[in-house]
């Protein structure tokens, strides 16, 4: 994984080792192409926009499913993405449980039956009030997609909110032959046990997965914020919660490692980072904050979001190997 120059885009798809692409911009500006490993994300980067590739060792194949998902894949790894009128399906829970069970006949249909990671983007997550907010409608349609799964096989995950006040549910996953194997935080509560506060359906997902042995993904980590136990911390303090969010990254990466001791403790030039952060004013503040905690090494992009609870300012999700 990889980020890249847009005027790349070109020659990046025209090249057969490139699983997907994804272009970070809000908007109608980014530039255009129908190729289905291609897929423009309406969330805002900070500075100059930038795409995200990854790359595989293996030929890829490609294609569309008549029902509109996208896909692409190696021969160990399938990269799909669906993106989901809201309208069409009665709302932000209709769209994700609309979702989750159209991704989940996919797979096994085409031979990659393990999802591994997931991120979901969907528009003004924090609007409505208590359990009519989106993102637990989202959590509620979610749950019902996947049906009655093992909480012990969910997948790594992100939701995020967009700013672009478009009604479409993004989801795109990484999905594999063989399982991997998810991850829980020592520091947090897994968010499948979160209390019934937090809304009537607990969030399905896992805080990290390692692909099965001899892959050669990195470690894949989930949206991680400032949540400790399942409380948020530092609701006021920007700084704070992105000094706890590395506590919490560094405890994954910690259990990664009593299984992979090969994996660097430490972020560096196998890490790739992409930092959500709230609060456009606070950018620069949480970039000064990146590169004091960061070595150089570290790729990372920075993206105007909304995090899926009021009081979290910032989180950052990423990938982290050799
Ligand atoms: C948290 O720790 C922050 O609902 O898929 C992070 C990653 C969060 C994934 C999801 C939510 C999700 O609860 C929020």
Same mark, same amino acid.
């Given at each position: 994984?990889?980020?890249?120059?847009?005027?790349?885009?070109?020659?990046?798809?025209?090249?057969?080792?490139?699983?997907?692409?994804?272009?970070?911009? +809000?908007?109608? &500006?980014?530039?255009?192409? #129908?190729?289905? %490993?291609? $897929? !423009? *994300?309406?969330?805002?980067?900070?500075?100059? =926009?930038?795409?995200?590739?990854?790359?595989?060792?293996?030929?890829?194949?490609?294609?569309?499913?008549?029902?509109?998902?996208?896909?692409?894949?190696?021969?160990?790894?399938?990269?799909?993405?669906?993106?989901?009128?809201?309208?069409?399906?009665?709302?932000?829970?209709?769209?994700?449980?609309?979702?989750?069970?159209?991704?989940?006949?996919?797979?096994?249909?085409?031979?990659?039956?393990?999802?591994?990671?997931?991120?979901?983007?969907?528009?003004?997550?924090?609007?409505?009030?208590?359990?009519?907010?989106?993102?637990?409608?989202?959590?509620?349609?979610?749950?019902?997609?996947?049906?009655?799964?093992?909480?012990?096989?969910?997948? +790594?995950?992100? &939701?995020?909110?967009?700013? #672009?006040?478009? %009604?479409? $549910? !993004? *989801?795109?996953?990484?999905?594999?032959?063989? =399982?991997?194997?998810?991850?829980?935080?020592?520091?947090?509560?897994?968010?499948?046990?979160?209390?019934?506060?937090?809304?009537?359906?607990?969030?399905?997902?896992?805080?990290?997965?390692?692909?099965?042995?001899?892959?050669?993904?990195?470690?894949?980590?989930?949206?991680?914020?400032?949540?400790?136990?399942?409380?948020?911390?530092?609701?006021?303090?920007?700084?704070?919660?992105?000094?706890?969010?590395?506590?919490?990254?560094?405890?994954?990466?910690?259990?990664?490692?009593?299984?992979?001791?090969?994996?660097?403790?430490?972020?560096?030039?196998?890490?790739?980072?992409?930092?959500?952060?709230?609060?456009?004013?606070?950018?620069?503040?949480?970039?000064? &904050?990146?590169?004091?905690?960061?070595?150089?090494?570290?790729?990372?992009?920075?993206?105007?979001?909304?995090?899926?609870?009021?009081?979290?300012?910032?989180?950052?999700?990423?990938?982290?190997?050799?």
């Amino acid at each position: 994984m990889d980020y890249a120059d847009p005027a790349r885009l070109p020659a990046l798809l025209a090249d057969p080792h490139v699983l997907a692409v994804f272009g970070f911009r +809000a908007g109608d &500006a980014a530039p255009p192409s #129908d190729d289905p %490993r291609y $897929l !423009q *994300v309406g969330l805002q980067p900070d500075g100059e =926009p930038q795409l995200e590739v990854w790359r595989s060792t293996g030929a890829v194949q490609c294609g569309r499913d008549a029902d509109g998902l996208a896909w692409a894949s190696d021969g160990a790894l399938m990269f799909g993405a669906l993106q989901i009128d809201e309208a069409r399906h009665g709302g932000i829970a209709g769209a994700a449980e609309h979702s989750y069970a159209q991704l989940l006949s996919a797979l096994p249909r085409h031979g990659y039956p393990h999802l591994l990671r997931i991120w979901n983007y969907l528009d003004a997550i924090i609007e409505g009030e208590g359990d009519d907010e989106r993102y637990r409608q989202f959590c509620i349609g979610r749950a019902r997609g996947l049906g009655d799964v093992d909480p012990g096989t969910l997948p +790594a995950a992100t &939701a995020i909110g967009r700013l #672009d006040g478009v %009604r479409v $549910l !993004q *989801v795109y996953w990484l999905a594999a032959r063989a =399982p991997g194997t998810p991850l829980e935080n020592p520091r947090q509560v897994s968010a499948w046990r979160y209390p019934r506060q937090y809304g009537p359906q607990s969030p399905s997902f896992a805080r990290a997965m390692l692909a099965a042995p001899g892959s050669t993904l990195p470690l894949l980590l989930s949206g991680t914020a400032s949540v400790v136990g399942h409380a948020t911390l530092h609701g006021e303090d920007t700084l704070r919660q992105l000094e706890e969010t590395f506590a919490n990254l560094d405890a994954l990466v910690g259990t990664a490692r009593a299984r992979l001791p090969a994996l660097p403790a430490r972020f560096g030039a196998g890490s790739r980072l992409k930092v959500y952060v709230r609060d456009a004013a606070e950018i620069p503040l949480v970039r000064q &904050a990146l590169s004091r905690h960061l070595p150089p090494e570290v790729a990372y992009i920075v993206l105007h979001a909304a995090v899926c609870r009021r009081d979290l300012r910032v989180e950052i999700d990423g990938v982290h190997g050799a």
